[in-house]
């Protein structure tokens, strides 16, 4: 494929804005444009469960790039205007003040948004967390209330828990794992991390099923569990994982199945790709079609699919990675660790609460886990996950 | 090319060690982000700005003095 004459990006996040800049700094000089449904300049998300809700951080800290690096990067930015449809064969996006933009190549790079409740559109006192916006508005609530009840028991739900306790709430943390994160950390770090959260008075429901709210005169008075019971709270928040922004395409003709689905080179059809949250993709390494909703993906991702634009033709086929800071805690994860697999603590300590571990799985690794090690941890996974990956390509 | 750093967005990810081992490192300790030189030479630029730009939490901004 000729280089593009005009690139454009539809959304204007850390995946968005990744991409526009992949672009320039592997020399592509044409026309390039993002456009984004929110009026604010890109900013990043994983500051606002944490820096931004405890108001360590004024809220233009979490910009990912300054205004003169915005100005450099010579693109049109196109904000507080959300695309509603697509015609693929134009390569032509309507947005919702009805531009239509046509460009050579078109990236969808619109996210995931959180996943609700019944009942929870126009209650006082619920709050998901996925903008600035949300960031900012809970963060309000927090400052006034008694007792927070975080509906969901992933990554964020678990870092929500752990700031809002840091602000002096009460928190109870509610999910169906037995353990916070058990998902993405395995048993073992799971477990370790629970016993942080309830060292710090975090009260952490384990096993248990969120149904509904509870609410009196347009407020919420507490989360509804599926064997009936109610978990009292004047403040929920709701972290029951997220959907992708895909409802813009549905006329499109493109395949969306959890994302929009793409072949190995992040590609959705001629000259359309996806990246970010949203993009789900043939990973060669793993497997099978793989979504990933982390911030080191949407660069990563962003990288494969502008090199792919440039004509590379380039499978994407990463390790998948992501940290979490919780009260002491900062965990980096490299790979994935299966419950089943075989943990290996190669340094440190799990006692101390600074080790790094190796999973392995049929013999072989898969993941590295670093608590309170993260240099350690990258280091490993160059020289387990990577290494050995590029000695079986290159044999 | 002058680079800074902001130790406090540092999330340890490594990926700019990957990308630009002459210019960044990681201490040991707590796997914050360490400079090794902030003004490199030319020759290194083209990974700089790509640290600069996959790293996962923004920490890394350059101003491009000519």
Same mark, same amino acid.
């Given at each position: 494929?000729?280089?593009?004459?005009?690139?454009? %990006?539809?959304?204007?996040?850390?995946? /968005?804005?990744?991409?526009?800049?992949?672009?320039?700094?592997?020399?592509?000089?044409?026309?390039?444009?993002?456009?984004?449904? #929110?009026?604010?300049?890109?900013?990043?998300? =994983?500051?606002?469960?944490?820096?931004?809700?405890?108001?360590?951080? &004024? =809220? #233009? @800290?979490?910009?990912?790039?300054?205004?003169?690096?915005?100005? @450099?990067?010579?693109? @049109?930015?196109?904000?507080?205007?959300?695309?509603?449809?697509?015609?693929?064969?134009?390569?032509?996006?309507?947005?919702?003040?009805?531009?239509?933009?046509?460009?050579?190549?078109? %990236?969808?790079?619109?996210?995931?948004?959180?996943?609700?409740?019944?009942?929870?559109?126009?209650?006082?006192?619920?709050?998901?967390? @996925?903008?600035?916006?949300? *960031?900012?508005?809970?963060?309000?609530?927090?400052?006034?209330?008694?007792?927070?009840? +975080?509906?969901?028991?992933? +990554?964020?739900?678990?870092?929500?828990?752990?700031?809002?306790? /840091?602000?002096?709430? &009460?928190?109870?943390? *509610?999910?169906?794992?037995?353990?916070?994160?058990?998902?993405?950390?395995?048993?073992?770090?799971?477990?370790?991390?629970?016993?942080?959260?309830? #060292?710090?008075?975090?009260? %952490?429901?384990?096993?248990?099923?969120?149904?509904?709210?509870?609410?009196?005169?347009?407020?919420?008075?507490?989360?509804?569990?599926?064997?009936?019971?109610?978990?009292? *709270?004047?403040?929920?928040?709701?972290?029951?994982?997220? +959907?992708?922004?895909?409802?813009?395409? &549905?006329?499109?003709?493109?395949?969306?199945?959890?994302?929009?689905?793409?072949?190995?080179?992040?590609?959705?059809?001629?000259?359309?790709?996806?990246?970010?949250?949203?993009?789900?993709?043939?990973?060669?390494?793993?497997?099978?079609?793989?979504?990933? #909703?982390?911030?080191?993906?949407?660069?990563?991702?962003?990288?494969?699919?502008?090199?792919?634009?440039?004509?590379?033709?380039?499978?994407?086929? =990463?390790?998948?990675?992501?940290?979490?800071?919780?009260?002491?805690?900062?965990?980096?994860?490299?790979?994935?660790?299966? *419950?089943?697999?075989?943990?290996?603590?190669?340094? /440190?300590?799990?006692?101390?609460?600074?080790?790094?571990? +190796?999973?392995?799985?049929?013999?072989?690794?898969?993941?590295?886990? /670093?608590?309170?090690?993260?240099?350690?941890?990258?280091?490993?996974?160059?020289?387990?996950?990577?290494? =050995?990956?590029?000695?079986?390509?290159?044999? | 090319?002058?680079?800074?750093?902001?130790?406090?967005? $540092?999330?340890?990810?490594?990926? $700019?060690?990957?990308? !630009?081992?002459?210019?960044?490192?990681?201490?040991?300790?707590?796997?914050?982000?360490?400079?090794?030189?902030?003004?490199?030479?030319?020759?290194?630029?083209? !990974?700089?700005?790509?640290?600069?730009?996959? $790293?996962?939490?923004? !920490?890394? !901004?350059?101003?491009?003095?000519?």
């Amino acid at each position: 494929m000729s280089t593009p004459a005009g690139v454009l %990006v539809v959304g204007a996040s850390a995946a /968005g804005l990744a991409t526009a800049e992949a672009l320039r700094r592997k020399g592509y000089r044409g026309a390039l444009t993002v456009l984004g449904d #929110e009026p604010h300049v890109p900013y990043d998300r =994983p500051p606002l469960s944490k820096q931004v809700l405890a108001g360590q951080w &004024e =809220p #233009e @800290r979490a910009h990912v790039r300054s205004g003169d690096a915005l100005e @450099r990067l010579d693109a @049109r930015l196109l904000l507080g205007d959300a695309a509603v449809s697509l015609d693929v064969a134009a390569r032509t996006v309507r947005s919702a003040s009805g531009r239509d933009l046509t460009a050579d190549a078109v %990236v969808v790079a619109t996210g995931v948004r959180p996943r609700v409740l019944p009942g929870q559109a126009g209650l006082r006192g619920v709050h998901v967390l @996925r903008s600035l916006d949300d *960031a900012l508005a809970l963060r309000v609530r927090l400052l006034g209330a008694r007792r927070l009840v +975080v509906a969901g028991d992933g +990554v964020l739900g678990a870092e929500v828990a752990a700031t809002a306790r /840091g602000l002096g709430v &009460e928190v109870v943390l *509610a999910g169906p794992q037995s353990a916070p994160m058990e998902a993405q950390l395995g048993p073992l770090a799971s477990g370790l991390l629970a016993e942080l959260h309830g #060292e710090h008075g975090v009260d %952490v429901r384990p096993g248990v099923a969120v149904e509904g709210l509870a609410s009196a005169d347009g407020r919420v008075t507490g989360v509804r569990l599926t064997t009936g019971d109610v978990l009292d *709270a004047d403040v929920v928040v709701v972290a029951l994982g997220a +959907v992708p922004n895909t409802d813009w395409l &549905e006329n499109s003709g493109l395949m969306l199945e959890n994302g929009v689905v793409c072949d190995s080179r992040c590609s959705a059809a001629d000259g359309i790709y996806a990246v970010g949250d949203v993009a789900r993709w043939q990973h060669h390494g793993l497997g099978g079609l793989v979504r990933l #909703e982390n911030r080191t993906n949407a660069t990563e991702q962003a990288a494969a699919v502008a090199a792919n634009i440039l004509g590379a033709d380039l499978p994407y086929a =990463p390790v998948p990675h992501f940290w979490t800071d919780q009260f002491a805690a900062r965990v980096q994860v490299h790979g994935v660790l299966p *419950a089943d697999a075989q943990v290996d603590v190669v340094e /440190g300590d799990i006692a101390s609460r600074r080790f790094a571990a +190796v999973y392995e799985r049929d013999g072989r690794a898969v993941g590295v886990l /670093g608590w309170n090690m993260p240099k350690q941890a990258r280091l490993l996974r160059q020289r387990h996950l990577v290494e =050995p990956r590029a000695a079986a390509v290159d044999s | 090319m002058k680079i800074t750093v902001d130790e406090e967005k $540092c999330c340890g990810a490594g990926s $700019c060690v990957l990308a !630009a081992p002459e210019v960044f490192d990681q201490r040991d300790e707590d796997g914050v982000v360490v400079l090794l030189d902030a003004e490199p030479a030319e020759g290194l630029h083209a !990974a700089v700005r790509e640290a600069a730009d996959v $790293c996962p939490a923004a !920490a890394i !901004a350059l101003s491009e003095q000519a």
